[in-house]
C-alpha cells in the first residue's frame, strides 16, 4: 500500500520543507517496498511536478480546481482524503506546518487514524504498527512513539532531513474531485504574502534580537545580516509584545519553533521559554553583555559585548567573506 | 452568543524536563500545573469580546479531578460555565472525541481551542474537533474579532498572513497574539467558587498514539568565547569550523 505525501505548493513553487517530506516519504515507502505517490495542490508547471521525481516521488496527482485556489482546511481535507481513497495509501505525510496542521487532524477524524508530528526519525515498522521519533515538551526531550491505527499520518520537521537528489521523473496525472458548497467554510478577504522573505521555519539561519536590542528602529543592522546570510529574522517574546517587530517572528514555547544550522541569539538574556523554540538548532551564537546571561549556557559560541558594537564588525566580516 | 474554550492541563513553562519508570513517565514531582497558556489566551481574548456582546462562556477539559483547580482559575478570569470529562487524556484523537461529543450538544457561536499544547504538543485536538462536527476550522490564528455574526481573523499561513471571515459555527485554534493574559479580579476569584462546574462521563473512543519511551538531549558542549575586540572571528569560526555559514 502507497506511501501518500502532501507536498505544499506556495504560490507556484514547492518549498524546500515540502520537498524533504517527499524524499522522506520515499524512503518509508522503500522501507514498505511500495511506491510514493505526491499529492499537490493548484496551478503549479509541469516541469515542477515532474521534478518532485528528483526527491523521490513516483507519481504525483495534480488537483488544479479553480475552487482551491484559497487554503480552506475542509476542501482540502477532501482532496487528500480523495487522494488516499483513489490510491490506497496507508501512510500519509506531511511537513509539519501550517497545512499539516489544518488538514492533518480533520484527516485523523475522517480516517480513523492516528498522527505523529514534529517528527525528527525515519520511522521502524513491525506489521501494523509503526514507531517514530518526534519531539515533546518545546524540543526539551524526544519521544519514540507508537502509532496503531490501520492508517497513519505523519508531520516531518523541517530542516531535520537533507534530500539525496536523483535525476529521476516522477509521472504526472492530474486528478479532481467534485467539490460541493458544504466543502467551504470561510472567505478569504485579504492576503498578505511576504514573498521576498526566508520563512521563519525554512531558513537554515536565523538572526533573532531581544529586548537588548532597545528601539525596533535598531533591527536595521540585523536585516543587512540577515541579508547577507540568506536568514529569516525573528525576536523574543517582549519585542513581540511592545510591537517592535510582528508576533509572526516570535520564536519560544508560545511562538514558534525554529531548528536552524545558525541561530543567532542577539541581546536575547536565554530564558527557559525562548530557549524552548530554539535549541533544536544545530549551532547557537550569543551575543550579550553580560557574561551570566543563560543564554550562554545554551551557546555554542559566544561573544560578552555590546551588540551596537559587535554586530557592525560582524556584518563587515561577513562582507568580506562573501566578497 | 455561546463559547466553548478547550483547556488542557500542562506543566508551568520553567518546569525542568525528566523522566522517571525508566524514562517511560513524565516526573511530575513539584511540577506545577498551569492552563496551557495558548488556551489562556483564547479564553481572555472570548472574554473581552463577551464584554461587548454578552453570552456564556464555558470551559471544557478532559481530565481527571486533579484539573478541577484549573477550570475554577478559568472561573477566577471570567469562564462562566465549566465542563470536565472524567477521563485520562490518552492522545489527541481520544481527546477530540470526547470534545466533540459534548460539544454537539452545546449550541456553540464558536469554539476556542489553543494551537498546540506546550507539553505534548500534538496541534491536533482542535482540528479533530472541527471535523467531527463537520466545521470550518482555522489553525493558528494570532487575531480575532466578531461582530456578533461574522468573525474576522488573521491566520499565519507559511510565508504571509491571511485575513478570513467566517459564520458560526466554526473553530479557531489560538495562538499568541490574540490578547494578553489577565491576572483575576479579587471579584473573580470570589465568584469562582460557586460557578457551576459539571463533571461527565467519557463515551467510546479509541486512542492511536502512546509514547513507549522519552530521551532528554544530549548535553551541550561548553560555550566557545570570542573576544569582543576581535568579532570578525566569530565570523571565521562559523565559516571554516562549525561551516554553518
Ligand atoms: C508562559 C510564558 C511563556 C513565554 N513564552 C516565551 C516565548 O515563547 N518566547 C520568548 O522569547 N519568551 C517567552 N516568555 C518570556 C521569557 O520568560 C522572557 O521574559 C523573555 O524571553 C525575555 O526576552 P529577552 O531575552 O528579549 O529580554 P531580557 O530578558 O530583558 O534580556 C535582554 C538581554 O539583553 C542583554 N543586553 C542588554 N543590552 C545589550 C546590548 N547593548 N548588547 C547585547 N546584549 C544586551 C541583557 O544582558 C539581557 O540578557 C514566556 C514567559 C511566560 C511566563
Ligand atoms: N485534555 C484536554 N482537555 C481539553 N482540551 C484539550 C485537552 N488537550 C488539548 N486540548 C485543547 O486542544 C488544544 C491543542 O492540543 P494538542 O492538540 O494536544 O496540542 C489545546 O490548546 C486545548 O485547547
Redesign the interface.
Known sequence: MAVLVYADNSGGSVPNSALEAVYYASKVAAEKGTETIAVVIGALDNAILESLGNYGADKVLHYSDDKLSDFDSQSYTRVVSDAINSTGANVIIFSHNYASKSIGPRLSAKLQAGMAVAVMGLPKIDGDSLTIRRTVYAGKAFADVTISSAIKIIAVTPNAFSPEVTDKKAAVEPASVDLTDSDFGMKITDTNKVTDKVSLTEATVVISGGRGLKDASNWDMLEEMADMLGAATACSKPVADMGWRPHSEHVGQTGITVRPNLYFAIGISGAIQHLAGVNGSKIIVAINTDSEAPIFKAADYGIIGDAFEVVPRLNTAIKNLNG | MNVLICIAKVPD??TK?T?TENNTQFNTDRVQWVIN??DEFALTRAIEIKEALGGTITVMNVGLADTEPLIRKAFAIGADEGIRINAEPT???FV?SQI?HYAKEGNYDYIFAG??T???????????????MG??????V?KFDYDGTTA?ME????????????NPP?LA?I???VT?PRIPSMRGIMSARTKPLTVVEPVEA?S??????????PA??D??????EN??E??????NE?K??
Open positions: 513553562t520553567t524536563i523522566f497558556p495558548l492522545d489527541c484523537f477530540a466533540a494551537r498546540e506546550t507539553d505534548y504538543e500534538g496541534a491536533q485536538v482542535g482540528g479533530i474537533v472541527a471535523e467531527f466545521i470550518p476550522f482555522i489553525a493558528g494570532p474576522t491566520r499565519e499561513i507559511e510565508g504571509g498572513k491571511e485575513v478570513i471571515t467566517v466554526f485554534s495562538q499568541e497574539g494578553e479509541g492511536f498514539v502512546g509514547v513507549n519511551s522519552y530521551e532528554l538531549p551541550k558542549g560555550c566557545k568565547y570570542v573576544d569582543a568579532s570578525e566569530l565570523i571565521n569560526l562559523l565559516h562549525a554553518v555559514i
